[in-house]
């Protein structure tokens, strides 16, 4: 019902930039919080940042003030500016919709299929 299309990732070295963006489509009625996880091989998927439907956003201590998280509700779309890129960031970077498939109904995660950023140092 609903698919997810993440794009953005790369290879960078550290002190670089990118912008992850993923993009919702499919049927439901609207995309209540957007959240970014990432993931590094052998560790548990950690959470990285999120942004609730009225625009407040928030972050883990390790990518605060260096990335930046923001929505585009008419294009079901949210991005992940990551600046001053640090080795420690490459993982797999995952976006996480909470999304309300008719109106009144509990928001459900959905996850994408993961996206590969690797900084080099």
């Known amino acids: 019902q609903v698919q997810l299309q993440e794009s953005g990732g790369g290879l960078v070295q550290a002190g670089g930039s990118l912008r992850l963006s993923c993009t919702a489509s499919g049927s439901f009625w609207v995309i209540a919080n957007w959240a970014w996880y990432r993931q590094v091989p052998g560790n548990r998927r950690e959470w990285v940042a999120s942004?609730?439907?009225?625009?407040?956003?928030n972050y883990d201590d390790s990518v605060k003030g260096r990335f930046s998280i923001s929505r585009d509700n008419a294009k079901n779309t949210v991005y992940l500016q990551m600046n001053s890129l640090k080795p420690e960031d490459t993982g797999v970077y995952y976006c996480n919709p909470a999304v309300r498939l008719r109106a009144g109904r509990p928001p459900i995660d959905y996850w994408g299929k993961g996206i590969q950023v690797t900084v080099s140092s």
């Open positions: 942004m609730v439907s009225g625009g407040a956003s």
